[in-house]
């Protein structure tokens, strides 16, 4: 399986713009990239995915290099309700066992100051 | 909005004791998956139901771990006996169709247990 590289931290300030990123060289012609968050003491919950290009929706958006070996999720006002793990995964969609999987790495833990 | 419930919300039991969590779905949702998430880590799958089927339980220790989706709706997690190892959080998740890269899994708030 494609794997993704995360920084185990990152910090941020309320109502400021955050760029977490997220590399995955190894990634596949075929390989989706997700992002799901885990609040504190709640299940992870979807962010945002895309394939090559940029994708934006009411919470995020994400940025997707071109070579597709890294992204950036973007959170354009960050508060302080956006405190969680975030998690970069990529999903293959070339069949066999892997196919949709959801593995999930350790994540970027973001916290923000008010 | 429909949310996945589980139950209890926390477990305590002493090793060599059975345990069981359950789980409802998002009604509609065909594709049912338990996952196990160790404190400082990520979840891992443990179990994927397609309606009533397991499709994937590469990952249950089946020696004391069992689950079931008898009608295609909700599920039930066992554990067999229990052990201190077993201490983590168990979540539950969803999602409307078969599993393909483009779904979105919907998680429950998930059943903390802990092994003493």
């Known amino acids: 399986d494609a794997k993704t590289t995360q920084p185990n931290s990152m910090e941020s300030n309320e109502e400021e713009p955050v760029h977490l990123p997220c590399n995955h060289s190894t990634i596949s012609g075929t390989d989706y990239i997700h992002w799901y968050r885990q609040l504190p003491s709640q299940g992870p919950e979807y962010v945002i995915h895309?394939?090559?290009s940029n994708v934006n929706n009411r919470m995020a958006s994400l940025a997707i290099a071109e070579d597709r070996k890294s992204s950036t999720l973007i959170l354009h006002r960050a508060t302080l309700r956006d405190a969680a793990v975030y998690y970069c995964?990529?999903?293959?969609?070339?069949?066999?066992?892997?196919?949709?999987?959801?593995?999930f790495g350790q994540g970027t833990i973001l916290t923000v100051h008010p | 909005e429909a949310e996945v419930a589980q139950s209890p919300r926390y477990k305590i039991t002493e090793k060599s004791q059975a345990v069981a969590f359950w789980c409802d779905p998002i009604s509609g949702h065909a594709t049912l998956y338990w996952y196990r998430q160790i404190l400082g880590q990520g979840p891992e799958l443990l179990v994927q139901f397609q309606d009533e089927s397991v499709v994937d339980d590469s990952q249950l220790p089946k020696d004391r771990f069992s689950a079931e989706r008898l009608k295609g709706v909700d599920s039930t997690l066992k554990i067999q006996p229990a052990e201190l190892g077993d201490s983590a959080m168990y979540l539950c998740?969803?999602?409307?169709?078969?599993?393909?890269?483009?779904?979105?899994?919907?998680f429950g708030p998930g059943t903390r247990l802990t092994v003493l």
């Open positions: 895309g394939l090559t």
């Open positions: 995964i990529l999903r293959s969609n070339a069949g066999g066992t892997s196919y949709g999987k959801l593995t």
């Open positions: 998740a969803s999602s409307f169709s078969s599993p393909k890269s483009t779904d979105t899994q919907y």
